[in-house]
């Protein structure tokens, strides 16, 4: 689906982080696929592709269902938020199109909330090297709310801390759980289609678009 405006008019802008400002989606399952491997237990296609757009403790508890883990789910957030600042270190985040500038602009005309199953260590890690830390008013992080994506928890969360009814919140995502996590909280979705690496199913979004610049521009019309 596609439009020139929004329906309605936004309070709040809700913004998922992997896949959706940056393009870390297949970073985070192969860096989680090569550490596990190292440490003597691969993944299956299906556990790899269930990585994708989860939190960590829904990552956790899906890996731990189908085979021993060879380390807490604390130990696998730290191996992997390790490798990942020393990539970022060397070569900075890996910013989708538009990403830094479109939540800049946004932020100076409505509240925005970072909704993300990534830990608040990383959220913060990411979000400062893309120079947008101050952009967010709050941060919704894996281990803040009770169920992660596709469940509504983390957006109902965000849209409390805004001081914003859900109805009248706009969501940004890239992955089927947080198109669906949104949905179920009573909001808009936008699906950006630009960090969607592994193609995943956007259409229960209300709207798709190619970059969030067009997410920008959306909100300019409506």
């Not at 192969?30 to 299956?44: F, K, V």
């Not at 995943?200 to 019309?221: K, N, P, Y």
Request: proline share 5%; glycine share 10%; net charge negative.
């Amino acid at each position: 689906m596609h439009a020139d405006r929004l329906p309605f008019h936004p309070r709040a802008v809700l913004f998922d982080l992997d896949g959706t400002l940056v393009d870390s989606e297949r970073e985070i399952m192969e860096i989680l696929t090569a550490e596990l491997a190292a440490r003597g237990r691969p993944l299956s296609e299906q556990e790899r592709h269930f990585v994708i757009g989860h939190g960590w403790s829904e990552i956790y508890e899906f890996l731990r269902a189908h085979g021993p883990l060879p380390l807490s789910q604390q130990e696998l957030e730290e191996v992997v938020y390790l490798v990942r600042q020393d990539r970022i270190e060397r070569n900075g985040a890996r910013e989708l199109p538009g990403a830094a500038a479109t939540v800049r602009r946004i932020s100076q005309r409505l509240p925005c909330a970072l909704v993300t199953g990534s830990s608040r260590a990383e959220a913060e890690m990411v979000l400062g090297a893309l120079g947008i830390a101050g952009c967010f008013r709050a941060l919704c992080c894996a281990g803040e709310y009770a169920r992660g994506k596709p469940a509504p928890d983390p957006y109902l969360l965000a849209a409390q801390r805004l001081g914003v009814q859900p109805e009248l919140c706009l969501a940004i995502e890239d992955a089927a759980a947080g198109i669906a996590a949104a949905r179920a909280a009573g909001m808009y979705c936008i699906a950006v289609r630009a960090g969607n690496f592994a193609g995943q199913d956007q259409s229960g979004a209300h709207l798709q678009v190619a970059t969030l610049e067009e997410v920008d521009a959306l909100l300019d019309g409506g």
